[in-house]
């Protein structure tokens, strides 16, 4: 079975530039999550889909982070424009069902913001 | 406020002897933990979890204890080995009343000595 899919692995940008990050969820998998892991800390969610609706963005930074899930399939987490301290790793899990169940991990984007 | 704790940011162990992992917790109404375990440029892998109904979960050289009263888990590793040498994160949610969201601590780097 195809685990989690991300792309890209790195990515390096200027601030105030834009940068998407794609992930392909294991199929079947009807909840989608993504985490922004910085240095020396634990993942922390951004948002969450069920299937194509958006479960939970509380901590999400709305005003230059957006993401979606249009098919209910893969994702896109796009941020613009990009700050210092948006650098980070961008992980993306997925699980079979809803409000519960072992959540499964992509590689996550190693993004850098000069 | 964190709401998961790891202590310990990194732990020393000689292999074949047993590693211990704390986390401690602030949310009594968390329901379910969890053990993930990360390699550098990878994305956390599932490792084992406990329900709150329990105080013991057992798989292979992994247990994970939890002691509800005081807010604590455990991962035991034994015999330990060179390839368990990783960053194991502690996780909670609360099931049953939500949509499950993982709440991570900050990590614990396990370094195995041969």
């Known amino acids: 079975e195809a685990g989690v899919a991300q792309s890209p692995r790195y990515k390096i940008i200027e601030k105030r530039q834009s940068v998407a990050f794609w992930c392909n969820p294991i199929s079947g998998h009807a909840t989608l999550y993504w985490y922004q892991q910085i240095l020396g800390q634990g993942p922390k969610l951004l948002i969450q889909f069920q299937n194509i609706g958006v479960v939970d963005d509380s901590q999400l930074p709305k005003d230059r982070f957006s993401a979606e899930r249009l098919k209910g399939v893969d994702s896109t987490l796009k941020i613009q424009p990009a700050k210092l301290e948006d650098s980070a790793v961008y992980l993306c899990?997925?699980?079979?069902?809803f409000g519960g169940g072992t959540q499964f991990f992509g590689p996550g984007t190693r993004l850098t913001v000069l | 406020d964190q709401q998961v704790k790891q202590n310990s940011p990194s732990l020393s162990v000689q292999e074949g002897r047993i590693s211990i992992l704390n986390c401690d917790y602030t949310n009594s109404m968390f329901d379910y933990f969890l053990w993930y375990k990360k390699y550098p440029a990878e994305g956390p892998t599932f490792l084992i979890s406990?329900?709150?109904?329990?105080d013991k979960n057992e798989d292979g050289r992994f247990t994970v204890f939890l002691n509800k009263s005081a807010k604590h888990l455990s991962l035991h590793i034994v015999p330990s080995q060179p390839g368990d040498s990783a960053v194991y994160f502690c996780a909670a949610a609360y099931y049953g009343g939500s949509q499950g969201n993982l709440i991570f601590g900050k990590g614990t780097k396990l370094s195995v000595k041969p």
């Open positions: 406990i329900s709150s109904i329990k």
């Open positions: 899990a997925s699980s079979l069902g």
